[in-house]
T-cell receptor, first 110, second 116 residues
Framework: EDQVTQSPEALRLQEGESSSLNCSYTVSGLRGLFWYRQDPGKGPEFLFT???AGEEKEKERLKATLTKKESFLHITAPKPEDSATYLCAVPILNDYKLSFGAGTTVTVRA | DADVTQTPRNRITKTGKRIMLECSQTKGHDRMYWYRQDPGLGLRLIYYSFDVKDINKGEISDGYSVSRQAQAKFSLSLESAIPNQTALYFC???????????????FGPGTRLTVL
């Protein structure tokens, strides 16, 4: 069964303390991996799509990387405004549906 | 203006009541989705529609129904609400094919539904 697992569930960082979030997946024939950011009480906001192992994408202090079994979201020198829940998702079966992980909630203290 | 809008944003109702949540989009996308989000469980797909004439059940469709009134409108109904349907509900759209049967989903702001 296709599955997406994110770790850790929660991450508390000091401002400037870099760290990484993990998204592992067990889907056959990966057709993309999506990262979203979600602020409390709001809808997920699209960040990145990665399609092939070795691919990397960056946006401000965030960098997403992809291997054949997992993806990492690296947060470099985070600021309090980076506090959010980060979700990853992969397409499942052979259509456009996405399976989401439960998310990692990041809290950055000033 | 937001590309994906949802109404209402908050709703408190009682057990047994019929509730309709509405979603509209101005992105011109063909595909629309309804999810619910519960703490610790992530986003789970309720129903999805790939065009006006195509509606499909997701992983948790029991107790829900949908209507695709137009390309831009997709409504979710709870025929007889129960307390365990208390959750955050999100509508999403997609429509720009980027890979093999893959495209980016864009989410609305959500509806917080409480069933007493």
């Amino acid at each position: 069964e296709d599955q997406v697992t994110q770790s850790p569930e929660a991450l508390r960082l000091q401002e400037g303390e870099s760290s990484s979030l993990n998204c592992s997946y067990t889907v056959s024939g990966l057709r993309g991996l999506f990262w979203y950011r979600q602020d409390p009480g709001k809808g997920p906001e699209f960040l990145f799509t990665l399609y092939s192992a070795g691919e990397e994408k960056e946006k401000e202090r965030l960098k997403a990387t992809l291997t054949k079994k997992e993806s990492f979201l690296h947060i470099t020198a985070p600021k309090p405004e980076d506090s959010a829940t980060y979700l990853c998702a992969v397409p499942i079966l052979n259509d456009y549906k996405l399976s989401f992980g439960a998310g990692t909630t990041v809290t950055v203290r000033a | 203006d937001a590309d994906v809008t949802q109404t209402p944003r908050n709703r408190i109702t009682k057990t047994g009541k019929r509730i309709m949540l509405e979603c509209s989009q101005t992105k011109g996308h063909d595909r629309m989705y309804w999810y619910r989000q519960d703490p610790g469980l992530g986003l789970r797909l309720i129903y999805y529609s790939f065009d006006v004439k195509d509606i499909n059940k997701g992983e948790i469709s029991d107790g829900y129904s949908v209507s695709r009134q137009a390309q831009a409108k997709f409504s979710l109904s709870l025929e007889s609400a129960i307390p365990n349907q208390t959750a955050l509900y999100f509508c999403a759209t997609s429509g720009v094919r980027e890979g093999l049967n893959t495209d980016t989903q864009y989410f609305g702001p959500g509806t917080r539904l409480t069933v007493l």
